[in-house]
């Protein structure tokens, strides 16, 4: 009885054990299946209210969600952002929305990140793609510290002078706060599609899986899209 015993348990260990192995081998599998793909439903944004690079005819919708003081969001747009807007925006294949979400600042004794914000709205108020896309270069240039304030009005004023917009109701846009209810309804939307950091990247609305490479598994993503 207690070799007989002592041999089911052992066998039942053997099951538990190759049932175990099994169960990691696929995990394992799911997340090389995963990585670089969308995942979930696909988010509703409004795409008509923000600003983009690209052909208004590309099919594919690619949407980045950034703060103006994020240092990854400035590392992202120096380097895999440009790449992607030569691979698929200029080649009209995709456009790029900014939807900005200012979160950074939240702690801080001035919130900067969401005057940076409405600074970018004001100036595309007037200019419209071009000039946020111009202007989103330059304060991602002039970046400065998370930790600190640096995007204060004045300075905000200081990086738009070389737009061609009217420079004094820019002024006046920022100082009267005329594009706060916008920054506020954009914040909204990154909230409602659950985005907890930045940059985030939506293609057709359906979160990008970043594991390492942003160029790499972003284009996957899109030409995913792409397929008929």
Request: glycine share 6%; net charge neutral; aromatic share 8%.
């Amino acid at each position: 009885m207690t070799r007989l015993s002592g041999n089911n348990q052992n066998r039942s260990v053997l099951i538990i054990g190759t049932l175990i192995a099994a169960a990691l081998i696929a995990l394992a599998l799911f997340a090389v299946r995963g990585k670089g793909a969308t995942t979930g439903e696909a988010q509703t944004f409004t795409y008509a209210n923000l600003p983009y690079a690209g052909q208004a005819s590309a099919p594919v919708n690619v949407l980045v969600v950034e703060d103006f003081k994020c240092p990854n969001c400035k590392t992202f747009e120096e380097g895999a952002a440009t790449e992607l807007r030569t691979k698929y925006v200029g080649t009209g294949k995709a456009k790029m929305y900014s939807l900005v979400y200012p979160f950074l600042s939240d702690s801080l004794p001035e919130n900067d990140s969401k005057y940076a914000a409405q600074a970018a709205r004001c100036v595309y108020a007037q200019g419209k793609n071009d000039a946020f896309n111009t202007y989103k270069e330059i304060i991602f240039r002039a970046q400065g510290p998370e930790s600190e304030i640096w995007a204060t009005k004045s300075r905000l004023k200081e990086l738009a002078g070389s737009l061609d917009i009217d420079q004094a109701k820019f002024a006046a846009c920022l100082d009267n706060d005329e594009t706060a209810a916008q920054v506020e309804a954009d914040k909204q939307e990154a909230l409602k599609a659950g985005v907890t950091g930045t940059p985030t990247v939506f293609v057709n609305g359906k979160r990008v899986n970043v594991q390492s490479d942003y160029v790499k598994e972003i284009s996957a993503a899109i030409d995913e899209a792409l397929k008929p």
